[in-house]
């Protein structure tokens, strides 16, 4: 089960942390993406973490602002976002794979075997 949470509404320019938080399972050689769907589009990938060796993936025009993280220890995956633009609202989702994946395989949806109920996001201007 996995349980997103830390959105909310702020204005251009701040910064909000999502957490996602993985029971009944440790994570400990998964792999968890974020995702996010803004109204009227497709959900797209935002960034991944591999749980065995750190690895990440990101959406390219997301790089330098965006970063995912991980705590063994509380088997919680974290997106920090920093400068949030309005283009940025959207509902943002957790996944998780069951097993590590192929970094080409990051970003695909059909990749992730479990989702999470999705937080909202949305960027005053």
């Known amino acids: 089960q996995l349980q997103a949470s830390g959105g909310g509404l702020v204005q251009a320019g701040a910064s909000l942390r999502l957490s996602c938080a993985g029971s009944?399972?440790?994570?400990?050689?998964?792999?968890m993406g974020w995702f996010r769907q803004a109204p009227g589009k497709e959900r797209e990938f935002v960034a991944g973490i591999r749980w065995s060796d750190n690895k990440k993936v990101y959406k390219d025009s997301l790089k330098g602002r965006f970063t995912i993280s991980k705590d063994n220890a509380k088997n919680t995956v974290y997106l920090r976002m920093n400068s949030l633009q309005p283009e940025d609202t959207a509902v943002y989702y957790c996944a998780l794979k069951i097993g590590s994946l192929i970094l080409s395989s990051f970003k695909s949806e059909v990749s992730y075997d479990y989702w999470g109920q999705g937080t909202q996001v949305t960027v005053s201007s």
């Open positions: 009944g399972r440790t994570l400990s050689r998964d792999t």
